[in-house]
C-alpha cells in the first residue's frame, strides 16, 4: 500500500485547510484509513480515523466539531478538513492505512500497517 498525503501549508489561526490522502496498491474499500500527527519534539499522536465504509469515524478529544475525515471509495482518497485551526495543531500530518475483511467496519486510532510520508500544517497566532 502506498500513500501520498498533500495539502499542508501555512495558515493563520481560525483558518481551515484540507489535506488529502491517494491510497494505491491495496483495494481501497478495505482499507480502514487514519490521520495522525507529530509536533516537533513530539510523540505521535492519533488525530481521526473513519472505516472502510465510511459509515463510522473518531476523533481526538481535541479536534472533535473542528475536523472532518472522509473518505471517497471510488477515487481511493481520504481527506481531512480542519477548520477553526489553533497554534498548537501545527504538526506534520499522516494518513494511515490498514487492511481489513468487509465485516471490519469500524474505525481504529492504532495497529496501522501502512504510513505515508507527513504533509507539514504550520498554523501562526
Known amino acids: 500500500v502506498q500513500l501520498q498525503a498533500s495539502g499542508g501549508g501555512l495558515v493563520q489561526a481560525g483558518d481551515s485547510l484540507r489535506l488529502s490522502c491517494a491510497a494505491s496498491?491495496?483495494?481501497?474499500?478495505?482499507?480502514?484509513m487514519g490521520w495522525f500527527r507529530q509536533g516537533s519534539g513530539k510523540e505521535r499522536e492519533f488525530v481521526a480515523a473513519?472505516?472502510?465504509?465510511?459509515?463510522?469515524?473518531d476523533y481526538e478529544d481535541s479536534v472533535k466539531d473542528r475536523f472532518t475525515i472522509s473518505r471517497d471509495n471510488a477515487k481511493n482518497m481520504v481527506y481531512l478538513q480542519m477548520s477553526s485551526l489553533r497554534p498548537e495543531d501545527t504538526a506534520a500530518y499522516f494518513c494511515a492505512a490498514k487492511p481489513v475483511d468487509y465485516y471490519e467496519d469500524y474505525t481504529t486510532n492504532y495497529d496501522y500497517d501502512y504510513w505515508g510520508q507527513g504533509t507539514q500544517v504550520t498554523v501562526s497566532s
Open positions: 473513519i472505516s472502510w465504509s465510511g459509515g463510522s469515524t
Open positions: 496498491g491495496h483495494t481501497f474499500s478495505r482499507l480502514a
